[in-house]
């Protein structure tokens, strides 16, 4: 539904022809599906179902062949103290096969695998610890032992000739030490060569983290490029078809329909973004039908595209909707209603209801000149009718179940 299984099959077929050890980063922006993207990955490699022309029937069973996959959610795991543990202790979890069950109903561990954990529980390379040539070589000899162990336990659970892909999702949303530690450990430890890591993360957002944590001058980016063998864009996918064919609301040419849509592209929202905007959308609607018995129906400026806008630009920044409010936003909403064709002509539409027809000649001067007195008269306390007050007051009431705008006053 969300026309990614191009680039799945893409993914698949790169996996299959890959050799040796490699990290590779599945980027975009939060909201934009990673998490879903990497799933299916999951899914087609354990799971049996109906093919269809959307997945590529021959790489899928090469795939499920030549690799076992495993996800790991990092910021479900980041209260533990080791992510070199966690992401172990987790794996073996999930391969019941490697536990064994005594009659007492408890479950014990091969016991060279316990003697593996029990290595990789000792601290790595300890400075404090160096006070002699003897006492490096010991630390380093400890170090080696440890990627010697994990390598132990890895291969003892993959089936013979196969390669583990090892999925570590929402490292970027993790508390910053245990998302460093965690990228340190991949780094350093993972060097088995049937072993490949997809990273999903919004690098930009891990690269700002990086750089808090070591210092502003510190290169974040740079960094995660040293640690990546390749960067897989995934991209936000197109609002219209997100709406229609995975939410099933399709636009039936009606005016909210539209501004939601023009919305939806105007701020680059995420499929997360469009959800919480459709959400609140629903949930005001019904609460403005139950208190006022409509939605706004005594003016189509504020119901059609003031309120569908306010909503947008809450999702995206609440300084600029408390900016809109305090009559600082006219210019940003006049280039959205007229860069969108749909949108200037609902404008068109609104203006028609309350005034004579346009004059065609002088249409884009007539309705930005409307636009403007409605904006002021809502938003910068130039209220001339009554009606215009008790709309106004019904649409800060409205938004203040969402944030408080107590410092909006009604003038």
């Known amino acids: 539904m969300l026309n990614r299984n191009k680039k799945l099959n893409k993914l698949i077929e790169l996996l299959n022809g890959m050799s040796g050890n490699k990290i590779i980063s599945i980027d975009g922006n939060w909201g934009c599906g990673k998490t879903f993207f990497l799933k299916q990955l999951e899914f087609i490699n354990k799971k049996n179902f109906t093919f269809n022309d959307k997945i590529n029937e021959k790489n899928a069973n090469k795939f499920k062949n030549n690799y076992d996959v495993y996800y790991y959610n990092a910021?479900?795991?980041?209260?533990?103290?080791?992510?070199?543990?966690?992401?172990?202790?987790?794996?073996?979890?999930?391969?019941?096969?490697?536990?064994?069950?005594?009659?007492?109903?408890?479950?014990?561990?091969?016991?060279?695998?316990?003697?593996?954990l029990n290595t990789l529980t000792l601290n790595f390379v300890d400075i404090k610890k160096v006070k002699t040539y003897q006492d490096l070589t010991a630390e380093i000899h400890t170090s080696e032992e440890k990627k010697k162990a994990l390598n132990n336990i890895i291969e003892s659970i993959l089936p013979v000739d196969k390669k583990l892909i090892f999925i570590v999702d929402e490292l970027?949303?993790?508390?910053?030490?245990?998302?460093?530690?965690?990228?340190?450990?991949?780094?350093?430890?993972?060097?088995?060569?049937?072993?490949?890591?997809?990273?999903?993360?919004?690098?930009?957002?891990?690269?700002?983290?990086?750089?808090?944590?070591?210092?502003?001058?510190?290169?974040?980016?740079?960094?995660?490029?040293?640690?990546?063998?390749?960067?897989?864009?995934?991209?936000?996918?197109?609002?219209?078809?997100?709406?229609?064919?995975?939410?099933?609301?399709?636009?039936?040419?009606?005016?909210?329909?539209?501004?939601?849509?023009?919305?939806?592209?105007?701020?680059?929202?995420?499929m997360r973004e469009i959800n919480r905007l459709l959400n609140d959308y629903d949930i005001l609607d019904d609460y403005m039908k139950t208190n006022y018995g409509g939605f706004f129906s005594e003016d189509l400026v504020v119901k059609y595209l003031f309120f569908p806008y306010c909503?947008?630009?809450?999702?995206?920044?609440?300084?600029?909707?408390?900016?809109?409010?305090?009559?600082?936003?006219?210019?940003?909403?006049?280039?959205?209603?007229?860069?969108?064709?749909?949108?200037?002509?609902?404008?068109?539409?609104?203006?028609?209801?309350?005034?004579?027809?346009?004059?065609?000649?002088?249409?884009?001067?007539?309705?930005?000149?409307?636009?403007?007195?409605?904006?002021?008269?809502?938003?910068?306390?130039?209220?001339?009718?009554?009606?215009?007050?008790?709309?106004?007051?019904?649409?800060?009431?409205?938004?203040?179940?969402?944030?408080?705008y107590s410092k909006i006053t009604m003038e």
């Open 75 to 116: 910021w479900e795991n980041d209260m533990h103290e080791s992510p070199l543990l966690s992401l172990i202790y987790n794996l073996i979890n999930d391969f019941p096969e490697e536990k064994k069950q005594t009659a007492s109903g408890k479950v014990e561990l091969p016991f060279n695998m316990i003697d593996c």
């Open 172 to 270: 970027d949303r993790c508390k910053p030490d245990y998302a460093l530690k965690m990228l340190e450990v991949i780094k350093h430890f993972y060097l088995n060569e049937n072993i490949i890591f997809l990273l999903g993360t919004n690098n930009l957002q891990l690269s700002y983290m990086i750089s808090n944590y070591y210092g502003s001058d510190f290169d974040g980016y740079g960094y995660l490029n040293k640690i990546y063998n390749l960067i897989i864009e995934l991209g936000n996918v197109s609002p219209a078809g997100y709406i229609e064919n995975v939410l099933g609301r399709k636009n039936l040419n009606g005016w909210i329909e539209t501004v939601m849509y023009g919305v939806c592209d105007n701020f680059n929202f995420s």
């Open 311 to 404: 909503l947008g630009l809450k999702i995206v920044n609440g300084i600029e909707l408390s900016n809109f409010f305090a009559g600082k936003g006219y210019s940003a909403l006049k280039e959205f209603i007229f860069t969108n064709n749909e949108i200037k002509e609902i404008l068109k539409n609104c203006y028609n209801s309350k005034k004579t027809n346009i004059d065609s000649e002088k249409e884009e001067e007539l309705l930005e000149i409307y636009l403007k007195e409605k904006y002021d008269s809502y938003f910068l306390n130039k209220i001339t009718e009554w009606e215009i007050k008790e709309n106004k007051e019904k649409f800060l009431d409205i938004f203040s179940l969402l944030s408080n």
